[in-house]
């Protein structure tokens, strides 16, 4: 029998002062997933702070300037296992200047921790941190109260809150989430279930983490195959790249996107190995019976489930650049290995787009893109707009194909 663990990659987001660091660097302890050494210098480092106990939150802040700060300003990646789960941790920041992190953050997790200070409730950047969640399309949400130690653990408190992120996640699109009532500074329901909060049945943090499902193999998705390089091999080519999704086969009849061709799969290759099959997310090589003209950027499908080939691109953005984005810009879409021509058409409500907005965005690209809906495949349903000028990275998308009007 397999003894192989899964993985899950989780976000935390919360604004200042919720407590955030505190509890990430309580997960990591009370897990035992800290170092000595590491607990070492966050003792000695309290102490000269004059704090008789370990502050766990320096467990976590490790760029200079939040220390000196006292604020998250970067996504940091943190990597601990428990014997039933491994976890890779994207702590975010929670700052509205820092949302466009926080998107890099959470753009591939399975679950964001959204953490709310029990005596100050659903606040402004709370119902942003939701907003990005919503955007991204994150599959679960875990509403953690924290602080209820300074509430006297009441369950009053902890409903009202609750009742008042429902009401925002379901004007959002949240589809559920889950409360849990926490308190980071001293432990309760981060690792251990609490002794102070009786009226709560549910589990503690680590306990759901442990438990929750992850995201369904990327191989079960429909087969999607962007060309990364086309390799020359005296008169036969090779199109080599990463498997993003489902599998292939030889003998497999395939599309190639946007010209619509079709071929069939005489051989695959990985790592210079011949296989008769492969699944994402593998990096490959194919050959196809055909002399097809593909290219860098062309999307290779099996089966009948393909995506869609368009030119009017509607979708959810988060801007990144410090400069705006207006109507009327002229950008480049990169979209896999693809990158086109595009202009905006449409920002919502809106003229322009300044750096951590959310919105929503029309573009006309000048050639046809085989995108997913990003509700779909958050892989092929994902693109970014960049500057022409420069290459400079400017917004995040989402593409919403309910929106098309074909």
């Known amino acids: 029998m397999s003894t192989t663990i899964d993985t899950l990659r989780f976000a935390t987001a919360g604004s200042v002062d919720d407590g955030k660091s505190t509890l990430v660097g309580r997960l990591l302890h009370d897990s035992k997933s800290v170092l000595t050494d590491q607990l070492e210098a966050v003792e000695h480092a309290s102490r000269n702070r004059g704090k008789d106990a370990p502050d766990l939150a320096l467990l976590t802040d490790g760029l200079r300037a939040e220390r000196e700060q006292g604020i998250t300003i970067d996504v940091a990646y943190r990597y601990f296992a428990t014997p039933r789960r491994r976890f890779i941790l994207a702590d975010t920041p929670g700052h509205v200047q820092y949302t466009r992190n926080m998107v890099t953050g959470a753009s591939t997790a399975e679950l964001t921790v959204v953490l709310v200070d029990a005596r100050n409730g659903v606040v402004e950047q709370t119902r942003r941190h939701a907003a990005v969640a919503a955007l991204l ?30 009401g925002h996640a379901a004007e959002l699109g949240l589809p559920s989430f889950t409360p849990i009532p926490v308190s980071a500074l001293v432990g309760d329901n981060v690792v251990d279930r609490s002794a102070h909060m009786d009226w709560y049945q549910g589990p503690a943090l680590l306990e759901f983490l442990e438990n929750v499902p992850v995201a369904g193999d990327p191989a079960d998705a429909p087969a999607r195959f962007p060309v990364q390089y086309v390799i020359r091999d005296g008169e036969v080519r090779h199109y080599a790249g990463q498997l993003v999704s489902g599998s292939l086969r030889v003998g497999d009849r395939v599309t190639v996107h946007p010209s619509g061709e079709t071929s069939e799969i005489t ?13 994402a997310p593998q990096s490959i090589g194919v050959r196809l019976a055909d002399q097809r003209d593909v290219s860098r950027g062309d999307m290779i499908t099996a089966g009948a489930d393909a995506p869609a080939l368009t030119q009017d691109v509607h979708a959810a953005v988060c801007h990144l650049a410090d400069h705006p984005l207006r109507v009327g810009d002229r950008v480049l879409l990169k979209h896999t290995t693809r990158t086109v021509k595009a202009i905006v058409k449409h920002l919502g409500d809106a003229d322009t787009l300044s750096a951590n907005d959310l919105g929503r965005i029309t573009l006309r690209t000048a050639e046809p893109l085989a995108l997913d809906d990003y509700a779909t495949s958050r892989r092929t349903g994902a693109f970014i707009l960049i500057d022409p000028a420069d290459g400079a990275t400017l917004t995040a998308g989402m593409a919403d194909l309910r929106g098309l009007d074909s």
């Open 137 to 166: 399309r994150v599959p679960h949400v875990v509403l953690a109260v924290n602080k209820m130690d300074l509430v006297g653990y009441r369950q009053a408190e902890f409903d009202r809150i609750v009742e008042d992120f429902a």
């Open 267 to 279: 051989a695959i290759d990985v790592l210079g190995t011949a296989v008769r099959a492969a699944y």
